[in-house]
Structure formats: structure tokens, C-alpha cells
T-cell receptor, first 113, second 113 residues
Framework: DAGITQSPRYKITETGRQVTLMCHQTWSHSYMFWYRQDLGHGLRLIYYSAAADITDKGEVPDGYVVSRSKTENFPLTLESATRSQTSVYFC????????????FGQGTRLTVV | AQTVTQSQPEMSVQEAETVTLSCTYDTSESDYYLFWYKQPPSRQMILVIRQEAYKQQNATENRFSVNFQKAAKSFSLKISDSQLGDAAMYFCAYSTSGSRLTFGEGTQLTVNP
């Protein structure tokens, strides 16, 4: 299917475990982003990538790791999950930064118990 | 750092009526972009409307229009002839040409039949 897809849609994990959220886009957009959504905070940028093998920190990067070996994939890894990382995570892609429209995946609801 | 503020956590409107959602932002840039995104219960983020700061004319998309006041750093969204399908969380967002989206906290819109 064309577009941007995230997996899994829902995930429950235990404190201290490593978990990876997947993101795949079919448009060959150069830019990809990871946001987390929490009540009262809107969406906050975790990491972004301008191209394959180029990544940079966003507003709230601590505890997260990303990689981008291929243009179409941008996985997000929580190295040792904490309860404060319970959130809804959104992946997005766009042709460029700034004024370009960002296209979002449907989100992953992650619960850390 | 740029900030985006949505001072109305919740709003409600009667079907077929008009509602205005408020957004203010803080920036020292002269060239930037403003967006309204809609997030229905499905969680999917959808672009509603986009405004380029150098354009004085307010953007419109069918029943959706904005009131962009650059000097006041205000960017409100007007929804005319509200429909039940307009019920959603609405996020105001800001970016410059070289930066990523910064989101406000969101406004939950309820449409009453």
C-alpha cells in the first residue's frame, strides 16, 4: 500500500526492555520524523532524518535511538523502556523541511508497565 | 526557540454553525509557515490548511479559512457550516524553511447535533 505505515499499532512492554517501532514510507520522501504525543504537550519531535544515514536530535531525544540505512525506513528504538515513555508515537515524512506538508502514519500506542 | 500556544483546550459548536480556534506563536523570523492539522478519533493526522507568512492573503480551503495576523503573531482557524465529521483534535503548527514542525498543545473540538 502506498503511504506511510507504522508497526505495531499497539504495544505493551515492561520497564527495562528494548522495543523498536517501525516506520515505512513509499513516497521516497527525503525527510522523516518521529514525534511523541502526550496530553497537554501536543506533538514533540524526538528525532528526524534529512536523508539516509543522516539523523539529528529533536526536542526530546533522551532514551531513544534511530537509524536510517534506507530512505524508506526509519525505525525508532527505546533502548531500555521507562514508564515515562508511555505515549503515542507518530512517524511522518515530507519532501523537505519547513513549508512542506508532513504526512503522518497512524501512530503506535506504547504502554510501558 | 519558537513556541506555539493554543489557549483553548476544548471548544464546542452546534452543527451548521461557525467556530474559531485560536493560535498564537512566538518567533523572531520574518519568513515562516503555519499549519492547522486535524486529528480525528482514528488518530490519523491530516493537514487542513497551510499559510505562508509572506502572503498577506488568508488561506482558505472550502469551509476552512484562517485569520493570519502577522504583527500580532496570531493564526486562527475558522470552520464554517460545522459538520459532525469536523469533530477532532486540531493542532496549530509552525515551521521555517529549514526547520521542523513545532506543534501547539491542541484544541479538542466537539460538534453537537
Amino acid at each position: 500500500d502506498a503511504g506511510i505505515t507504522q508497526s505495531p499499532r499497539y504495544k505493551i512492554t515492561e520497564t527495562g526492555r528494548q522495543v523498536t517501532l517501525m516506520c515505512h514510507q513509499t513516497w521516497s520522501h527525503s525527510y522523516m520524523f518521529w514525534y511523541r504525543q502526550d496530553l497537554g504537550h501536543g506533538l514533540r519531535l524526538i528525532y528526524y532524518s534529512a536523508a539516509a544515514d543522516i539523523t539529528d536530535k529533536g526536542e526530546v531525544p533522551d532514551g531513544y535511538v534511530v537509524s536510517r540505512s534506507k530512505t524508506e525506513n526509519f525505525p525508532l528504538t527505546l533502548e531500555s523502556a521507562t514508564r515515562s515513555q508511555t505515549s503515542v508515537y507518530f512517524c511522518a515524512s515530507s519532501e523537505g523541511p519547513g513549508g512542506f506538508e508532513a504526512f503522518f502514519g497512524q501512530g503506535t500506542r506504547l504502554t510501558v508497565v | 526557540a519558537q513556541t506555539v500556544t493554543q489557549s483553548q483546550p476544548e471548544m464546542s459548536v452546534q452543527e451548521a454553525e461557525t467556530v474559531t480556534l485560536s493560535c498564537t506563536y512566538d518567533t523572531s523570523e520574518s519568513d515562516y509557515y503555519l499549519f492547522w492539522y486535524k486529528q480525528p478519533p482514528s488518530r490519523q493526522m491530516i493537514l487542513v490548511i497551510r499559510q505562508e507568512a509572506y502572503k498577506q492573503q488568508n488561506a482558505t480551503e472550502n469551509r476552512f479559512s484562517v485569520n493570519f495576523q502577522k504583527a500580532a503573531k496570531s493564526f486562527s482557524l475558522k470552520i464554517s457550516d460545522s459538520q459532525l465529521g469536523d469533530a477532532a483534535m486540531y493542532f496549530c503548527a509552525y515551521s521555517t524553511s529549514g526547520s521542523r514542525l513545532t506543534f501547539g498543545e491542541g484544541t479538542q473540538l466537539t460538534v453537537n447535533p
